[in-house]
């Protein structure tokens, strides 16, 4: 199986407009926030759904360092996951998804109840954790939010997005649910992968 999009190029910095951050005049703010086009093929048979993810694996393990004045976030600090889409119960006769429809800008407290391909499931991205102490954006944040890596952060983040062929139409997921669960429920039903990233930071010395 084989990914593909038309919205960046493979292993090159992702495009603002899919960003989620942006720097602005004074410091930094949201971006546009649109998810990007991608494109898959080369389908094993038996096929009966698709999952997607977008996963960020360098991520800072100490919050208190994000932002912070005057510091700079080592690229040795140990990193961990990041979710920013997990979509499932993806039919198995879709084979694309367009740039911009599932997300296109920033919603307060998350989307409710984001686009997707008909019959497909959207789960909590990761910003639910990170915005739960703040009562402006907190909530659930379901679908596509996209990459505002920390401005003091050393390392170059990459975005890998992953399409997952399955041997079952729904996964077996509550309907909140996390990328974890999900791919916890995906152990023993993968036929198949494809998977692709991009960068981005927001360090003007990265």
Not at 43 to 72: I, Q, R, W
Not at 145 to 152: L, R, T
Not at 154 to 171: G, K, N, P, Q, T
Not at 195 to 203: D, E, H, K, R, V
């Amino acid at each position: 199986m084989h990914i593909r999009s038309n919205s960046f190029q493979r292993h090159q910095p992702l495009p603002v407009e899919l960003a989620a951050g942006q720097p602005t005049a004074d410091g930094f703010g949201f971006a546009p926030n649109r998810n990007p086009h991608l494109a898959w093929d080369d389908v094993p048979a038996g096929t009966k759904s698709f999952a997607l993810l977008c996963v960020d694996p360098d991520v800072p393990t100490v919050p208190e360092m994000v932002g912070k004045a005057g510091v700079s976030i080592p690229v040795d600090q140990p990193r961990c996951d990041f979710i920013h889409w997990v979509m499932v119960d993806i039919p198995a006769e879709v084979r694309e998804i367009a740039a911009g429809a599932c997300s296109d800008g920033i919603v307060p407290h998350g989307k409710s109840a984001p686009a997707g391909p008909a019959g497909s499931r959207q789960g909590l991205n990761d910003y639910t954790g990170w915005f739960a102490d703040d009562p402006t954006m907190a909530g659930d944040w379901y679908g596509y939010d996209g990459a505002f890596p920390p401005p003091n952060d050393l390392r170059l983040h990459r975005y890998f997005f992953r399409v997952f062929a399955l041997d079952i139409e729904r996964l077996p997921v509550p309907d909140r649910f996390t990328g974890a669960e999900a791919m916890a429920a995906m152990h023993g039903h993968i036929l198949a992968e494809a998977a692709t990233y991009a960068t981005y930071t927001l360090n003007p010395d990265v």
